[in-house]
T-cell receptor, first 117, second 115 residues
């Protein structure tokens, strides 16, 4: 079974500072990993995903994440925070099932990012 | 591309009534649609998965007779909350994907309040 742990339910950074949101996963098979962002009262928007290949994945809005198998991590980073980055961020994992279909997404509990001016 | 809409965005209903929420993939045909429920300050909980033309597969603990899901076409799935009660109040989010290996694209969510 897969699981996702997001360390820190709330992260606060100053505008222009580095953003680091932590995600660790558990999976007995090669994982597919995702980061989604949710703005208040809205659905989820895909930031980036890792399936196979290059372990450093670049997404939208200047975010990137690195898949580290040895650490079972997929931390999300952005060099310089912007006020508009304030939102809830969810890490998720799924796997490729027998037969080739993708399994269900398992979400972490989310990390709320606050950006101070 | 890959836009998913939900209607309504907000709904308030009286206890005992039924509410239907629509989920549409606007620019692609969705092989599979998913329904999630999100409690305040909590993560998303998968309620059910539906494939076009098939019966939905419900997650453990989700009452299939209370949360009726219909996936009649490749672009439309509906969730009907029957005999709603205040504890059904929540944020319901749908998602859709094209193929069996594709990314899920999420709708904007529907805020249900049952009085």
């Amino acid at each position: 079974a897969q699981s996702v742990t997001q360390l820190g339910s709330h992260v606060s950074v100053s505008e222009g500072a580095l953003v680091l949101l932590r995600c660790n996963y558990s999976s007995s098979v090669p994982p597919y990993l995702f980061w989604y962002v949710q703005y208040p009262n809205q659905g989820l928007q895909l930031l980036l995903k890792y399936t196979t290949g290059a372990t450093l994945v670049k997404g939208i809005n200047g975010f990137e994440a690195e898949f580290k198998k040895s650490e079972t991590s997929f931390h999300l980073t952005k060099p310089s925070a912007h006020m508009s980055d304030a939102a809830e961020y969810f890490c998720a994992v799924s796997t490729l099932l027998h037969g080739g279909s993708q399994g269900n997404l398992i979400f972490g509990k989310g990390t709320k990012l606050s950006v101070k001016p | 591309g890959a836009v998913v809409s939900q209607h309504p965005s907000r709904v308030i209903c009286k206890s005992g009534t039924s509410v239907k929420i629509e989920c549409r993939s606007l620019d692609f045909q969705a092989t599979t649609m998913f329904w999630y429920r999100q409690f305040p300050k909590k993560s998303l909980m998968l309620m059910a998965t539906s494939n076009e033309g098939s019966k939905a597969t419900y997650e453990q603990g989700v009452e299939k007779d209370k949360f009726l899901i219909n996936h009649a076409s490749l672009t439309l799935s509906t969730l009907t909350v029957t005999s709603a009660h205040p504890e059904d109040s929540s944020f319901y989010i749908c998602s859709a994907r094209v193929g069996y290996t594709d990314t899920q694209y999420f709708g904007p969510g529907t805020r249900l309040t049952v009085l």
